[in-house]
């Protein structure tokens, strides 16, 4: 298995070939919809690999029993089953150890457990620096939990190529930042963030370093430790697995410092009706019965993943979207967004169609087949920074081919030709 590191997703010298039918062929969908389907909301939502959809299946048909209580046969191989999903999800981020993982319904839960624990240690005036290029899902939990505790957000502004202008971390960051939250892929442009930059201003002063991996994730196997980050947030439906589930990533020794979030039962040492003593982690955040087959879905996915030639994805993937940036510029009012070139990005293009509003040319193209996503993309701050209300977005996964592309720039010349 090849393991990516963070200038990751560049072009290698000799693009080795992929077996894109037999790819695609691990995927139902694309049976199911036949030949006219070309998804490029891969950014919202990826695909159900065979793996996952069978550890589903499989699971809530032939296996059910919830987990970690359970003393008979069944309830106990759905704990092992559950434990070695989360090993799945261990291996696929490069965690030294399964406890680090705990399982969420998806990065936004993640996210929330990060910020409402990392900043119950926090005091009026500490700082919380983000970006402009986060998601809402790495923005409200941290006001949300900032206001109570009288913590400050603060955010580092973009670019030219609305890339995260990292230039503007000595004037950001100081004493008083106690957290640094970004995210590693922009969904809106792609964008994968230096986090090694960040890592060292973080590191300077002592922040906690939290990565949204949300995008970055279903495009290889990942490195946490190399990253430098405390914390890591994933989607499983997103990884080619089902929706429900998702992870979060904490580093063992600050896990174990950490206070709860949710509350309730299998999170518990001991309860007397005055007060309770928390589980160790990952326990003491995996409050109540957790989304036990979308959690197996997504360690099938990442164990299927994890074995794939991530070489040849990442050439597939940055051929198809060199082919979709040269595409998009060649035709009058489209405009792409987000960074020139190829490099430390992922497969992933907004842009915007002169006079059209995104969602007129989302649907235009849906009459041709082509799946993108317009609007914000639960990305205001960023769109507001660039001076756009909305945009549409292309988002490209291992499955797609040449032909996707094509299908979405004939697509566009068409909405122009009849509307801009
Ligand atoms: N962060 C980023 C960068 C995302 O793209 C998304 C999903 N669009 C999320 C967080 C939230 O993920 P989920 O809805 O699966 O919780």
Known sequence: MSRARASELAPPN????????????????????????HYLDNAATGQICRAAAAA???????????????????????????????????????AREAREVVITSGTTHALNIAAHTLCARLRPGDEILLSLAEHHANIVPWQLAAARVGAVIRAIPLDAEARLDLDRLTDLVSRKTKVIAVTHCSNVTGALTDLGRIREAAQAVGALFVVDGAQRAPHGPLDVQAMGCDLYALSGHKLFGATGAGALWIRAELAEELP???????????????????????????????????????????????????????????????????????????????????????????????GVHPHDVCQLLDMRGVCTRGGHHCAQPLHEALGLEASVRASIALYNEAEDVDALLEGLEDVVRRLA
């Open 14 to 37: 000799a693009a080795p070939r992929l077996d894109l039918a037999g790819l695609k062929g691990e995927f139902p969908i694309f049976e199911a919809q036949g030949p006219r389907f």
């Open 56 to 94: 589903l299946v499989d699971f809530e048909t032939r296996a059910r029993a919830n987990v970690k209580r359970g003393v008979y046969r069944l309830a106990d191989e759905a704990t092992q089953a559950f434990e070695e999903a989360r090993a799945r999800i261990a291996a696929y981020l490069g």
């Open 260 to 354: 709860p979030f949710l509350g309730g039962g299998e999170m518990i040492r001991r309860v007397t009706i005055e007060r309770t003593s928390f589980a160790p982690a990952p326990h003491r955040f995996e409050a109540g019965t957790p989304p036990i087959g979308p959690a197996l879905a997504m360690g099938a996915a990442a164990a299927w993943l994890a074995g794939l030639d991530w070489q040849a994805i990442h050439a597939h993937e940055l051929a198809l979207t060199e082919r979709l940036l040269a595409g998009l510029r060649a035709i009058r009012g489209v405009r792409p967004i987000g960074p020139e070139g190829l490099q430390a990005r992922a497969p992933l293009v907004s842009f915007v169609v002169e």
